[in-house]
């Protein structure tokens, strides 16, 4: 159990916060460890002290994609300081459920839930009885279905599978049938011909399927947030068009299309500069890996060197090496050697080229993160040193090129990162990581490192000599904190 969910749950009973875990108690074991959400209903009247408690813990309210935000329920997320990890916690004022995307019931339970509520025995956490929990999983097996679904269904019967099918059957093991009457007639007052074995079934035929959906939508017909039409809709267009702005991210940066969580205070961009040999690829991917679990994050290489590798670039490359017998290989960008006494022409163009892509990601970077995007970055060009750690290269000899390519990348000044992590790593440590690489240069970017500066950012230096988990933990922190 992690720290932060131990004192989470310490201080709502402290502070007698009237709540319960309504959900999906099957797998409370692996919520305690944040390896999935928790899912907990709490009483209006105690929603200060709730939301007093997760500020004071440094919880964080998150905002859901578009076809994933309710009304009455809100994302917060926070951080065990330990470890590094997250806990989600997705909390409900009111029961919704319904429809993928819209959500268009709200279960008129929530006091009865909020009575009945018992201790974990395991992390004395208040959990809703499994008694109830059934109850509850039959109802929402009928009020999510898609409507084609529910067709198949009302013909040829409905079988438990996949996460319904093991919650039910660990729920099964723990029902006391002498119980079962009392909740049912609290759900479902008056609802003739419903046994309390019924709730030990894992497959219903036909004739109890639609007997069951008959008794649910009378008792919810007047806790409907819309008409059916239109959420059938509306769930069918999230549904798709999820699929499509996933499919098509994949080949293309989409600053304005998000699809995950993001934070409730707004973007971020995070940059990581270092020598070479300092980590600067490993930690800002591993810091991608952690934030990409629940939140919109991309990772954007800005520094000398960066290849792109989005599948339509490589379908293009391929296609080229077809027509014209090359490898395919994308051609390198310009480096420090690329910078001699005299410059070809062709040199020089492919340094504007160079810095023209620069330019129009910064800009895409920028309006990623005012949608609300986090945005790790791989270097951050500066305009401060010619000819190295990412500065211009246009020798002033070629006064023309050279203006455009500095004009080009002023762009630095208008547009900074928010956070700056510079990774400290003695000259040695990056010989011994990189031996092929010139000492003197190092020597050079080592001294460039700690003196480049972005005004406007928060800037924080970081030991690279530590074990990389300790590095990790101590970024992480930091990000956290500015999130």
């Known amino acids: 159990m992690l720290k932060i969910v131990s004192e989470f749950v310490e201080q709502l009973h402290r502070n007698q916060v009237r709540y319960v875990h309504f959900k999906s108690n099957e797998h409370l074991n692996r919520s305690v460890e944040g390896s999935t959400d928790f899912d907990i209903l709490v009483d209006r009247e105690s929603a200060g002290d709730y939301e007093k408690i997760l500020l004071n813990l440094d919880f964080k309210r998150f905002v859901p994609q578009k076809y994933g935000t309710y009304p009455g329920v809100d994302d917060w997320i926070g951080m065990d300081y330990d470890t590094g990890r997250f806990v989600h916690l997705h909390t409900h004022y ?31 956490i208040k959990i809703i009885p499994p008694e109830l929990e059934a109850i509850e999983l039959f109802t929402r097996a009928v009020l999510k279905a898609p409507e084609n679904k529910l067709r198949k269904y009302r013909r040829k019967g409905y079988a438990f599978s996949g996460d319904y099918r093991k919650e039910l059957t660990w729920l099964q093991e723990q029902i006391h049938m002498e119980k079962m009457p009392l909740y049912l007639e609290k759900c479902f007052p008056n609802a003739e011909g419903l046994k309390p074995d019924f709730f030990l079934k894992t497959a219903l035929t036909a004739e109890e399927f639609r007997s069951w959906e008959k008794k649910v939508m009378e008792r919810v017909r007047f806790q409907e947030r819309s008409g059916m039409q239109f959420v059938n809709i509306r769930s069918l267009w999230a549904k798709y068009s999820v699929k499509i702005f996933r499919k098509l991210k994949k080949h293309a940066f989409l600053p304005g299309k998000l699809m995950k969580k993001t934070p409730h205070t707004g973007g971020l ?16 991917a591993e810091i991608e890996k952690w934030l990409s679990w629940k939140f ?14 989005t599948t339509g670039y490589k379908r293009k490359k391929k296609l080229k090496a077809l027509l014209k017998g090359s490898n395919g290989k994308p051609k390198a960008s310009p480096k420090s050697k690329d910078c001699p006494e005299e410059q070809s022409y062709k040199l020089r163009k492919r340094i504007l080229k160079y810095a023209r892509a620069v330019r129009k990601d910064i ?12 945005m790790i970055l791989d270097r951050y060009p500066q305009t401060q040193y010619f000819g ?22 002023e762009i630095v000044k208008d547009i900074q990162p928010d956070v700056v ?11 011994a990581r990189r031996p092929n690489d010139d000492e003197e240069i190092l020597k050079k970017k080592y001294a460039i490192l700690k003196d480049v500066a972005y005004p406007e950012a928060k800037t924080f230096t970081i030991d690279g ?9 101590t970024i992480k922190r930091i990000i956290w904190k500015l999130l």
């Open 94 to 124: 009111q029961l919704v459920t319904g429809k993928s995307g819209y959500k268009n019931y709200v279960l008129p339970w929530k006091d009865i839930l909020l009575d009945s509520a018992v201790d974990s025995p395991d992390y004395g």
């Open 269 to 284: 961009s995070v940059a990581f500069l270092g020598v070479d040999g300092s980590g600067k690829s490993t930690v800002t």
């Open 296 to 309: 919109e994050v991309s990772k954007m290489s800005l520094g000398i060197g960066r290849q792109k590798s």
């Open 363 to 374: 800009v895409r970077m920028k309006s990623y993160t005012l949608n609300g995007g986090i």
């Open 388 to 409: 190295i750690s990412d500065g211009p290269k246009i020798l002033s000899r070629y006064e023309k090129m050279s203006q455009k390519e500095r004009k080009l990348l």
């Open 421 to 431: 992590f510079k990774l400290d790593v003695p000259v040695e440590v990056s010989k």
């Open 465 to 473: 000599t530590v074990p990389l988990e300790e590095e990790l933990l």
